[in-house]
């Protein structure tokens, strides 16, 4: 029993550090973002060529993950996404799907379509006791960290100055830039920092998740699970949807094997009707 | 005028190329893109291969390759390119077939053509009944499972836990493995069928841990899907455990076990073929190999591939080039024996499948990265899949 639940809170946690960028990008922005599985996969990419073809030690990976994806997605913004914002959301959904699809387009050519190698840093293999139960320490490693991004990021959006002018411009946009915000300097960190936190996810899935050219389209629904049973536009609502649905889906496969990976889309729609709007509901949300 | 001209010009260019030397048309069909494209690779590597080591052209006639991409397991789609191949190309042979639903669905339109069609590589047991045009070159999932099931048996392994990807070669696995293993005695006390899109495997793993087999079968996909399960594996701790991993081929792919490191070390498995083949006819397969293609290592599906084209080779040289009547190539087919990189094989003489040893294999470190070493042979299997 303990050991599920354990488990279950790991899994949760990873499925919310790889889907957190995208409650930036489409849950604070209001971008429909099908492409964050692209960031999360540079992240990746950056992160296991630099440790398999160059010995970088796995934080080293971890932040070139980030930084992988936080220039792609940066890049995207300025060149390409701004012009979308105001658009119709079905444009948002065509050019990101189609992002989706070039981008596993480019790593196929680049680097095959064969699954991309990782060795668990030594440190983080095999299991340590906790509370009379061998856990490994690879998901204890997963728990630690998305409790500190969900607490940081907490900090980031309610507390600083910088979550507050992103609220504003979030909110309304034109208001916001008549008291002096810089709206298109901060849309572009905000998407830049969002897809960086996917390219981090990206680079921590590693251990648990295979990383080839398709993992974009693979997971997709794992990101957008927990980001509408979570509720947009704030982080707390993904934080607990993942580790509800990460518990659900881990006790569904271990007590009833038979009904396989099935019993989470059940745990979603259920979840979904009871609460149409997500967990967490954003003040003052339309 | 000077269109009636131009028009007689190329007919006289046209016939006269013809005349010097008619291509040998090999229509392929295999996954190109997506997913699996690496099946396509390697065995248009395998192809490649061949024809490095016996010239491209065979009875005075070039061979050209007509490279058509059906992605996964799409059967309408391998069964509209299988058609243009034959009726607009009108290729000599149909070749690849990376999965069985577009075997299946291919095979009516080779018997209607009566078009010769060669599997590379699509592994469910009765593909070749489905059309007298189909031979096979690769291997059957019975064949494989049979090898570990007997060696399994032989080890005093008692109490098995199955656990397997849940579409239809991985219940053919599962199926086949439960009969072979227990018809002698063993038990299998626990079967998982496993979704192909689940990508957290822990907690099957843990039941199985909890359920304390001697051994666990596990069959997958080569590729990802293996590489997680192993991964799961070793992270619950079974193999201290004292549950030891039974797997086909499958699970130790030579194309994917370098991305799998440590994980793969130790494990035991059946099949037909190993990159480490110790054989003068496999050595020189995986160095011409290495050639076309550095980057990557010959798995089963090349060696198949390779295999196809010295069957077609065989054949046309026998019939001096002239390869328009299927049915003398089928007769010729049926029952061809040679020497492969694998070993002995033989195209059935019984139902054209493919008969040749199952090896039973160590995953290990050779200090040249990580090799199937084959220590047991099991001579000549015919597939008991069919029923």
Redesign the interface.
């Known amino acids: 029993m303990g ?2 639940v354990f ?1 279950g809170l790991a ?1 949760g946690a990873l499925l919310f550090l790889i889907s957190v960028g995208l409650s930036v990008t489409m849950g604070l922005m209001n971008f429909v973002n099908l492409a964050h599985g692209a960031f999360a996969m540079a992240g990746g990419y950056a992160a296991a060529v630099l440790m398999n073809d160059y010995g970088a030690p796995f934080p080293v990976g971890l932040a070139a993950g980030f930084l992988a994806g936080a220039v792609t997605g940066g890049v995207m913004e300025f060149f390409f996404i701004r012009r979308l914002y105001r658009s119709h959301p079905l444009d948002q959904v065509l050019f990101t799907i189609g992002l989706v699809f070039a981008s596993i387009a480019t790593v ?1 050519f680049f680097f ?6 990782f ?1 668990m840093p030594s440190y983080l293999d095999g ?1 340590v006791a906790l509370f009379g139960t ?1 856990v ?1 320490r ?1 998901r204890l490693f997963l728990i630690v960290v998305g409790v500190i991004v969900v607490g940081g990021l907490l900090l980031g959006l309610n507390r600083t100055r910088f979550g507050a002018m992103i609220r504003a411009s979030v909110d309304n946009q034109r208001v916001a830039q008549g008291s002096g915000i810089n709206v298109d300097r901060l849309f572009l960190l905000t998407f830049t920092f969002g897809c960086g936190l996917a390219g981090f996810g990206g680079a921590l899935s590693l ?4 990383l ?3 993992f974009p389209l ?2 997709m629904v ?1 990101f957008l699970m927990v980001v509408c049973v979570g509720g947009a536009g704030t982080i707390t609502g993904p934080f607990l949807a993942a580790l509800l649905v990460g518990v659900g ?3 569904g ?2 007590y009833i ?2 009904s ?3 019993l989470i889309y059940l745990l979603m729609l259920g979840l979904l009707l009871a609460r149409p709007r997500g967990l967490v509901v954003k003040q003052g949300a339309h | 005028m000077s269109r009636l001209a131009a028009t007689l010009l190329a007919t006289a260019i046209f016939a006269g190329s013809a005349a010097a030397a008619e291509p040998l048309k090999l229509g392929f069909v295999a996954p190109m893109s997506g997913a699996q494209a690496e099946y396509g690779l390697q065995m248009m590597n395998g192809m490649k291969t061949y024809m490095a080591q016996h010239g491209d052209s065979v009875a005075d006639r070039p061979i050209e390759i007509i490279v058509k991409d059906s992605g996964g397991p799409n059967p309408d789609v391998a069964k509209r390119l299988t058609q243009e191949l034959i009726v607009r190309d009108k290729v000599d042979f149909l070749v690849g077939y990376g999965f069985s639903p577009n075997a299946f669905a291919a095979a009516p339109l080779a018997t209607e053509s009566e078009t010769p069609l060669i599997i590379f590589n699509a592994a469910s047991s009765t593909i070749p009944l489905k059309s007298p045009y189909i031979a096979r070159v690769s291997m059957t999932l019975a064949q494989h499972a049979y090898g570990i099931a007997k060696w399994a048996n032989e080890q005093d392994i008692q109490k098995v836990y199955t656990l397997y990807a849940d579409y239809a070669p991985g219940q053919d696995a599962n199926k086949q493995f439960k009969k072979i293993f227990t018809a002698e005695g063993g038990e299998i006390v626990g079967e998982i069928g496993v979704p192909l899109s689940s990508p957290d495997f822990g907690p099957y793993m843990q039941r199985i841990k909890d359920a304390q087999p001697d051994a666990v079968f596990m069959w997958f996909p080569s590729g990802e899907l293996a590489n997680t399960m192993l991964k799961s594996y070793r992270e619950r701790g079974l193999e201290e455990a004292g549950i030891r991993a039974l797997g086909t081929s499958d699970l130790v792919d030579d194309h994917s076990l370098d991305s799998m490191g440590e994980d793969a070390v130790g494990l035991i498995t059946s099949a037909h073929y190993s990159a480490a083949h110790d054989s003068e006819l496999n050595k020189a397969f995986v160095e011409t190999y290495a050639e076309i293609d550095p980057d990557t290592r010959p798995n089963f599906m090349a060696v198949a591939a390779y295999d196809g084209l010295a069957a077609i080779y065989k054949v046309t040289e026998d019939l001096g080039g002239d390869v328009s009547n299927g049915e003398k190539v089928m007769e010729l087919l049926t029952g061809m024996t040679f020497e492969s990189p694998r070993g002995p094989i033989e195209i059935s003489s019984e139902d054209r499948d493919i008969v040749q040893n199952i090896y039973i294999r160590e995953t290990k470190d050779t200090g040249e990265g990580l090799y199937n070493i084959e220590f047991q042979t099991m001579p000549m299997v015919v597939d008991q899949g069919k029923e």
């Open positions: 050991i599920v488990d899994f196929t095959g379509p064969t699954m991309q190698r060795v299991n061998d490994s690879y251990g648990m998740l295979t080839n050219p398709i693979k997971y794992y889906d881990v006790a496969k271990y094997p038979e396989g990976g099935f």
